[in-house]
Antibody
Framework: QITLKESGPTLVKPTETLTLTCTFS??????????VGWIRQPPGKALEWLAL???????RYSPSLKSRLTITKDTSKNQVVLTITNMDPVDTATYYC??????????????WGQGTLVTVS | QSALTQPASVSGSPGQSITISCTGT?????????VSWYQQHPGKAPKLMIY???YRPSGVSIRFSGSKSGNTASLTISGLQAEDEANYYC??????????FGGGTKLTVL
């Protein structure tokens, strides 16, 4: 059974760096084709894809946020970490990590964490 | 890149069918089969309902179906049930090797 859970601070100040950790179980990020992504959702608004990392360390970022994002993985700990620099109140959102569906190409997420609300103030 | 275009809201009565559209461009929806749909109940994480335009993950009701024509993808829910009331989001792979979501559609079951 695949599970994911996000953790990190619930409140950060403007200009600070946010570090979020996704701890997962039920799969390995050293297995071919496996990937984990981060998606966020401001209160009352739509989903926004942020970043994704593959089993082979290949990573991808949202073009609009690329300069502020870093995604890394620790296979031994079953964790994926997302850092966002220079946080702003507009970055207030629920942040989700999710497992990429490996039975298909593209980025389609079949398992999601519960999400963690981060407020910038 | 702009979000995919979805109607803000749709509604239907129990037992009826509804369709939610998701319009993009040839650089995303129209150019790839990697279109998916997510259902999100308030306060909950999204749930994958359709992937690769028209495939249902295991466990998703056959009442949910997906299709695509040109730059527009569609999600159809037949035999509407009260539990279907939720927000629905489409997403698509893009030519820039990124992922884009729609603005979301609130489905109300009357």
């Amino acid at each position: 059974q695949i599970t994911l859970k996000e953790s990190g601070p619930t409140l950060v100040k403007p200009t600070e760096t946010l570090t979020l950790t996704c701890t997962f179980s039920g799969f390995s990020l050293s297995t071919d084709l496996v990937a984990v992504g981060w998606i966020r959702q401001p209160p009352g608004k739509a989903l926004e894809w942020l970043a994704l990392i593959y089993w082979n360390d290949d990573d991808r970022y949202s073009p609009s946020l690329k300069s502020r994002l870093t995604i890394t993985k620790d296979t031994s700990k079953n964790q994926v970490v997302l850092t966002i620099t220079n946080m702003d109140p507009v970055d207030t959102a629920t942040y989700y990590c999710a497992h990429r569906l490996t039975e298909a190409d593209g980025w389609q997420f079949d398992y999601w964490g519960q999400g963690t609300l981060v407020t910038v103030s | 890149q702009s979000a995919l275009t979805q109607p803000a809201s749709v509604s239907g009565s129990p037992g009826q069918s509804i369709t939610i559209s998701c319009t993009g461009t040839s650089n995303d929806v129209g150019g790839y089969k990697y279109v998916s749909w997510y259902q999100q109940h308030p306060g909950k994480a999204p749930k994958l309902m359709i992937y690769d335009v028209s495939y249902r993950p295991s466990g998703v009701s056959i009442r949910f179906s997906g299709s695509k024509s040109g730059n527009t993808a569609s999600l159809t829910i037949s035999g509407l049930q009260a539990e279907d009331e939720a927000n629905y989001y489409c997403s698509s792979w893009t030519r820039r090797s990124t992922l884009i979501f729609g603005g979301g559609t609130k489905l109300t079951v009357l």
